[in-house]
C-alpha cells in the first residue's frame, strides 16, 4: 500500500515536472521566436532606411548633374538655335562625365529631338505631351519634374532593345529663352542602374 501511495506520488510529481518543463519550453520558445522576429524586423528596417538613403542620395546627385548641366553655354546655345552642332556632342559629354544619368534626350519646342550615342526608337514629343504621368509637367505651371513611366519611353538604351514595361526614370527641365519655352531636356535613369546602386549600398 506505501509502495502504491509512493508510486502515486512520483508519477504525480513526475506529471506536475513534465507540466512545468513543457510549459517553460513554450514560453522560451516563443521569447526566442519573438527576439527573433523582433532582430530579423529590426534588421529589415535598417535596410530599408538605406535603400530610402541611397536611392534620396542616388537623385539627389542626378539632379545636381542636371543643374549643372542645365547652365552649360554651349549646350543652351545650341537648344536656342536648334543646332546639332552644339547639342549632340554636349549631350553626349554630359552622359560621359555623369555618373547618375544613363541618356539625355532634348525635344526642341517643336519637336525636333536629339539625343546622347546609344539611344534610339524615339518618342515623339507629342507622344510624350500625352502620356498620363507627365501630364502636370506639359499642363502645370512647373519646369522641372523627376517622373518615372512605364510609357511613352525610347526603344533602344545602350544599343540595346529597352522594354517599356521595365520603367524609366527622368529629370526634366523645360528650357526658356525670354520667358518662352523653347524645348524639354530629359536626362534618363535606368532603374537597373537604380538598382545596382541599390545592391552596393545595401
Known amino acids: 500500500m506505501f509502495e502504491k501511495t509512493a508510486r ?14 513543457l510549459a517553460t ?8 521566436l519573438s527576439a527573433t522576429y523582433n532582430t530579423v524586423i529590426a534588421k529589415e528596417e535598417r535596410r530599408l532606411q538605406q535603400a530610402v538613403y541611397t536611392v534620396n542620395f542616388y537623385l539627389a ?6 543643374d ?3 547652365v552649360n553655354t554651349e549646350f543652351l546655345t545650341g537648344a536656342i538655335e536648334k543646332n546639332p552642332q552644339f547639342i549632340t556632342p554636349a549631350l553626349n559629354s554630359f552622359v560621359l562625365k555623369s555618373q547618375n544619368i544613363d541618356a539625355a534626350i532634348f525635344y526642341s519646342a517643336d519637336g525636333e529631338v536629339f539625343c546622347s550615342d546609344g539611344v534610339g526608337e524615339l518618342v515623339p514629343l507629342n507622344e510624350l505631351r ?26 533602344v538604351y545602350g544599343n540595346k532593345p529597352y522594354q517599356e514595361g521595365n520603367g524609366i526614370i527622368s529629370i526634366i527641365r523645360a528650357i526658356l529663352y525670354d520667358g518662352i519655352i523653347t524645348g524639354y531636356l530629359f536626362l534618363d535613369i535606368l532603374p537597373a542602374t537604380l538598382y545596382g546602386a541599390l545592391l552596393e549600398n545595401t
Open 130 to 155: 500625352a502620356s498620363p504621368s507627365l501630364d502636370g509637367f506639359f499642363n502645370g505651371n512647373t519646369s522641372k519634374k523627376i517622373n518615372y513611366r512605364t510609357e511613352a519611353i525610347a526603344g
Open 8 to 21: 502515486r506520488i512520483f508519477n504525480s510529481g513526475m506529471s506536475v515536472i513534465l507540466t512545468l518543463v
Open 61 to 66: 546627385g542626378a539632379q545636381t548633374d542636371a
Open 25 to 32: 519550453s513554450i514560453v522560451s520558445y516563443i521569447v526566442l
Open 68 to 70: 549643372r548641366f542645365f
